[in-house]
C-alpha cells in the first residue's frame, strides 16, 4: 500500500511514520515538516557495514554522503553506528566537527574546493582528501607545508563508465567536472607527480559514477577499471595503492514500480569482482569504502504539506496546492523527479484522484508532481510526500524568501526536534 514499510495508518485512519501519527506531528511542529525515521537510517546503515563485513571481511569502511541529507543530530547518529563520512563542502565538514564527529572517519571531496577549505580540512585531521584535479594537488601541498602537516589524500578517477540515470547525476563519463581523466594518461602522470609529493600522502583512489544507479553491472564495471589501474601504478611506478573508494549512487523506490537491488547484493558482487580481478592481477584487495547518500537518507524521510486550495481546470487537470513546494523539494523543477504521495488525514482510503501537487512559488514549473494518484485532498487536509529524505532539505532554498522548515526525528514512538523551522527574523538576519 505504501512505498516502504515503516508508513501505516492507524485506527483514526491517520497515516504514521515509525508508528508515529503524522497529522500529530503536523498539528504540534507545523508544516511543511521533514520527518525522518531513526530506525530507517540505522537499519540501511547496518546493512551496508554488515554486508561490508559478510563479503568483504571487514576491510572497508561506509561513509554516509551527507550531501543527502546533513544536520548535527544525521551527524551523530552516523557516528553512533560506527560508520564514517563524505562531506563536500567546509559546511558539511563543519556540521560534522560540531557534531563531534570522529574526523579520521571523514572523506573531504569536492571538485574546487578553496583554500579556505582545504586550511580547515587540514586543521581538523580528515582522514582523507579526495583530491579532484591538478591545481587542488598543488594547492593542498602548499597549505600542507605550511602546516607541517600530511594528510592522507585519494584522487577522483573518471573511470569512463556511462551508468544509465539522470544526465545532470551522471559523473563518471570522460565528459565531466568531476576528477581526473584515465584515457588521456591525466591521471596517471598525477599519480606519479603525488607519490613524490612530500606533504600529501596517496593512499587510495575514487570513483562515483553516478546517483539513483538501478543496475550492478556499472559498479562491477567501475570496480575493474580502478583496479586496472591500481595494477598499472604498482608495476610501473612500483607503488601499492591501499584504498579503493568506489563512491555511493544506489538507487531508491521513489513508486511502486521502482525495485532496487537489496544493499546485500551489491556488496555481495562488487566484492566478488574485487577479490576475483586482485587474483588476476595479482595486487593485494584494497581497503574498500563506499559512499551511500540517498539510500540511506531518502527512504527514512517523508515531507508533510498543507493543502491550501484545490483548483480544478476541467478537462485538463486539478491543481492541489500545498504551503511548500520548490524551495524545500527542487526535485521536480531540477530533475522531474517522481514521487509517492498520500492525503495523511485519509490514508487508508483508496487513492481514486489523479492530481497536480502545486508548490508555492511563483514558478509554473513549481510542482511536487504531476499525475499523481491521491485520496480526495481539499483544503486543509495533510499530504505526506514519500521518500523525500535525500536532497530535499539539503537542497532546500529561501526562493521567495520562504523560511525553510523544520526537520523532526521520530524513533520508538517518539518525536524529536532536530533543526528548527526559520523565523521571519532568520530570513533578514544577514540583512544590512
Ligand atoms: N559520493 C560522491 C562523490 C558523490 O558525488 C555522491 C553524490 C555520493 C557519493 C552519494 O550518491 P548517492 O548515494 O546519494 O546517490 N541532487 C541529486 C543527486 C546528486 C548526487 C551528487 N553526488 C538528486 O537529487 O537526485
Redesign the pocket.
Known amino acids: 500500500m505504501f512505498i516502504s514499510d515503516n508508513l501505516g495508518v492507524n485506527t483514526e485512519g491517520n497515516l504514521t511514520i515509525g508508528g508515529v501519527d503524522t497529522i500529530e506531528l503536523a498539528n504540534e511542529f507545523g508544516t511543511p515538516l521533514y520527518v525522518m525515521d531513526e530506525q530507517v537510517i540505522r537499519n540501511s546503515l547496518r546493512r551496508f557495514h554488515d554486508s561490508m563485513n559478510k563479503y568483504y571481511n571487514g576491510n572497508g569502511e561506509v561513509h554516509y554522503?551527507s550531501?543527502?541529507f546533513s544536520c548535527m543530530e544525521m551527524c551523530r547518529i552516523v557516528a553512533s553506528e560506527g560508520d564514517g563520512l563524505?562531506v563536500v563542502s567546509i559546511g558539511e565538514l563543519y556540521t560534522a566537527v560540531k557534531a563531534g564527529f570522529p574526523m579520521e572517519k571523514v572523506g573531504f571531496?569536492g571538485n574546487n574546493k578553496t583554500d579556505e577549505e582545504l586550511d580547515f580540512a587540514v586543521k581538523v585531521g580528515v582522514g582523507h582528501i579526495i583530491v579532484d584535479n591538478i591545481d587542488e594537488l598543488h594547492r593542498l601541498e602548499k597549505i600542507s607545508a605550511e602546516k607541517s602537516a600530511q594528510p592522507n589524500i585519494m584522487f577522483r578517477i573518471k573511470p569512463g563508465i556511462d551508468a544509465h540515470t539522470h544526465d545532470f547525476?551522471k559523473?563518471g563519463q570522460i565528459d565531466s567536472k568531476f576528477g581526473f581523466a584515465l584515457e588521456t594518461g591525466e591521471a596517471f602522470e598525477a599519480v606519479k607527480e603525488a607519490v613524490n609529493c612530500k606533504n600529501v600522502k596517496l593512499i587510495g583512489l575514487h570513483c562515483?559514477i553516478g546517483?539513483?544507479i538501478f543496475d550492478i553491472a556499472p559498479f562491477e564495471e567501475a570496480a575493474k577499471v580502478m583496479l586496472g589501474f591500481i595494477a598499472k601504478i604498482k608495476n610501473e611506478l612500483g607503488y601499492v595503492i591501499e584504498g579503493l573508494n568506489l563512491?555511493?549512487?544506489?538507487g531508491i523506490k521513489y513508486l511502486n514500480e521502482h525495485d532496487p537491488k537489496p544493499f546485500e547484493v551489491y556488496l555481495e558482487k562488487v566484492s566478488e569482482v574485487v577479490k576475483t580481478e586482485c587474483a588476476a592481477l595479482g595486487i593485494k584487495l584494497p581497503k574498500m569504502f563506499i559512499?551511500?547518500?540517498?539510500?540511506i537518507a531518502g527512504p527514512a524521510g517523508i515531507t508533510l504539506y498543507t493543502v491550501g486550495a484545490r483548483k480544478e481546470i476541467p478537462g485538463i487537470r486539478t491543481y492541489i496546492s500545498v504551503d511548500g513546494g520548490m524551495a524545500d523539494n527542487p526535485?521536480y523543477i531540477l530533475?522531474g523527479s517522481e514521487y509517492d504521495a498520500v492525503v495523511a488525514n485519509k490514508a487508508g482510503e483508496e487513492r481514486k484522484d489523479r492530481v497536480t501537487i502545486a508548490g508555492k512559488c511563483c514558478e509554473s514549473g513549481d510542482l511536487i508532481g504531476e499525475n499523481m494518484p491521491l485520496q480526495y485532498a481539499e483544503s486543509g487536509d495533510i499530504i505526506a510526500v514519500c521518500a523525500t529524505g535525500?536532497?530535499n532539505y539539503s537542497?532546500s532554498s529561501n526562493y521567495n524568501r520562504l523560511q525553510k522548515p523544520a526537520v523532526v526525528f521520530v524513533n520508538n514512538g517518539k518525536a524529536r526536534l532536530a533543526v528548527k523551522r526559520e523565523t521571519l527574523d532568520d530570513i533578514i538576519r544577514n540583512d544590512i
Do not use: I, L, N, W
Not at 563512491?247 to 544506489?250: D, E, S
Open positions: 554522503a550531501k543527502a563524505d571531496h547525476v559523473t562515483h546517483s539513483q563512491g555511493g549512487g544506489f559512499e551511500p547518500g540517498r539510500s526535485r530533475y535525500a536532497y537542497m
